[in-house]
């Protein structure tokens, strides 16, 4: 449920904005290659966010650390969108599933699931309702359990609340779609290979 990632919300590091995206089957090496990123350095998860507000809008590459996480690679990026960005999404996701999720602190977010470059599912967390996809109407419910149901509901009251509650919301879908719980003390444990890929 949303509420099991509460702790995010004190993670300050990432509070201009942020994108997890996990591709089943690849190794960290593999995403890189099929990206065409360069691999630049070892890091842990305070260099990886910590070092000022990530990506610059503008900027002529992108930057994403990856590590490996039981049969997913997760992508993690500061204030970056590499990973729902089409072009890379669907280059990533092909012959594979990709989930991906990314926010700003004042703009947009996006949630994406995508099957062999396909999309499954595709929505701004803010908009739940407002699913496109071929697995849209599958995956409706698996989103209100999550957390979207209850944020519909807030949607009237404190925005601040209700776009948190969204944040949150989403961060639980996509475990619901991995299998995976993306923890605190996961992320903090991790290894993660500081990538930079250029801009199309």
């Known amino acids: 449920m949303a ?7 004190a993670v300050d590091d990432l509070a201009e904005g942020f994108c997890f995206t996990w591709v089943r089957g690849l190794t960290p090496e593999q995403v890189i290659k099929v990206s065409e990123g360069k691999e630049l350095e070892r890091i842990g998860w305070e260099q990886l966010v910590g070092s000022g507000d990530g990506q610059q809008m503008g900027a002529e590459q992108y930057f994403y650390g990856v590590a490996h996480v039981g049969e997913w690679a997760l992508l993690v990026e500061d204030n970056g969108t ?11 996701g092909r012959g594979t599933t990709l989930v991906s999720f990314s926010w700003k602190a004042r703009g947009l977010g996006r949630v994406l699931v995508l099957e062999d470059a396909s ?6 967390p803010l908009t739940s309702e407002k699913v496109s996809g071929w697995g849209a109407s599958e995956l ?25 509650y969204c944040m949150l919301s989403a961060f639980a879908f996509v475990e619901r779609v991995t299998g995976v719980a993306m923890t605190e003390d996961l992320l903090e444990r991790l290894t993660y290979l500081l990538t930079s890929v250029r801009a199309s």
Request: charged content about 30%; proline content about 0%; glycine content about 10%.
């Open 119 to 124: 999309y499954r599912v595709d929505f701004d």
């Open 3 to 9: 509420g099991d990632y509460a702790w995010f919300g």
């Open 140 to 164: 409706a419910t698996v989103a209100d359990a999550a957390g979207f149901a209850v944020a519909r509901d807030l949607r009237s009251g404190d925005q601040a609340e209700y776009r948190k």
């Open 82 to 92: 590499f990973g729902t960005t089409d072009l890379q999404a669907r280059t990533l």
